[in-house]
């Protein structure tokens, strides 16, 4: 159940609501934008009776939900979320924020490098495995808790937010120190017991689509974050499997609109995986803004051919800078610009 209370409802008034909501066997979450607050009740059973709540003081409407995902619609926040970060800057509102870097951490030299190059560009925000999911054993598995360390050192050396991707529940506290941003990769977006306990902390999380899943699968795995009470989340689409095998993955970019309507979550676009080739990353960002990405996730190695892990679809970073440039003329086209 979804209730909008009306603008000059008192606090008391809408306490009197979450009251009775919870008498009736819902879990509640609050939602309080710039003039309108609203509550998101999750879990009663179905025989409820709407009129029991839409005729109490301060009640604007409610609406019954049918949707498996109550949070992460976006009747739960209709203005949409803007994660914001204390630096100033925020992913869901006008401006696009491009957060780039190796796919590993692979030394201090490599991740200094790349992060002045792509500071100097326009990149606002560092990504980086410290910690790598590989499909072989034998692949190179980051440099954990090292890799985390050079990643803080180097985000405030050039003034970037760190990004990185945690595997299991015991990264957690590990990376607590050192992240602006939980990463939860395709491999682990239907690791529900992670999620959860990621859903307890209160640091923004950045939750890929898995390779073969719908979107609402994705947002029932988001659901798990927002029931957590953790409401700063940032969806990603990265490309799902499917017969094609020019491509690594195919990226669906009819995702991001889609998601907009369905949900208040920001969505990034991460064009590095969803096409798994250089020469492919730009045209797919460039579009990606174009359809409404709120964030851009992007690979770049000063030397790619010497990269431990996803070489060929990392950009040069005279690729990258490119892209920056063709990324501000397209924003405005489409009323965003660049962080």
């Not at 790349?114 to 692949?139: M, N, T, W």
């Not at 050079?150 to 050192?178: C, K, T, W």
């Not at 959860?196 to 979107?215: F, W």
Request: aromatic share 6%.
């Amino acid at each position: 159940m979804i209730v909008a209370m009306q603008d000059a409802a008192s606090e008391d008034q809408i306490q009197h609501v979450i009251d009775q909501l919870v008498h009736m066997g819902f879990e509640v979450h609050r939602s309080t934008g710039a003039s309108k607050t609203v509550l998101g009740g999750v879990g009663a059973q179905l025989d409820f009776d709407t009129r029991e709540v839409e005729m109490m003081p301060g009640v604007q409407e409610v609406h019954r939900i049918t949707a498996p995902y109550k949070l992460a619609g976006r009747n739960f926040r209709p203005e949409g979320t803007v994660v914001k970060f204390a630096n100033g800057l925020e992913i869901g509102g006008k401006k696009v924020m491009v957060m780039a870097g190796p796919c590993s951490v692979e030394s201090r030299e490599q991740l200094f490098t790349v992060s002045e190059l792509i500071a100097k560009a326009g990149a606002k925000a560092l990504r980086g495995g410290a910690f790598k999911p590989r499909s072989s054993p034998y692949s190179f598995q980051g440099m954990g808790a090292d890799g985390l360390k050079l990643l803080r050192e180097a985000g405030d050396r050039f003034n970037l937010l760190v990004v990185s991707e945690v595997m299991e529940i015991s990264q957690i506290d590990l990376m607590l120190p050192y992240v602006d941003i939980f990463q939860v990769g395709a491999r682990n977006m239907q690791n529900f017991n992670l999620l959860r306990e990621l859903g307890k902390i209160r640091k923004p999380v950045l939750l890929k689509r898995g390779i073969a899943a719908t979107l609402e699968e994705l947002l029932l795995s988001a659901e798990y974050l927002l029931s957590g009470g953790n409401y700063e989340i940032i969806l990603c689409e990265r490309g799902i499997r499917t017969f094609e095998t020019y491509t690594r993955n195919t990226m669906d970019i009819s995702a991001i609109p889609i998601v907009h309507k369905l949900s208040h979550l920001p969505i990034t676009a991460d064009p590095s995986h969803g096409t798994g080739r250089r020469d492919k990353v730009a045209p797919m960002a460039l579009a990606s803004v174009a359809a409404g990405a709120d964030a851009l996730l992007i690979e770049v190695h000063h030397q790619p051919e010497k990269a431990f892990s996803d070489g060929a679809q990392s950009l040069y970073p005279d690729q990258f800078a490119k892209l920056m440039d063709q990324l501000r003329m397209i924003a405005p086209a489409v009323g965003r610009e660049i962080a």
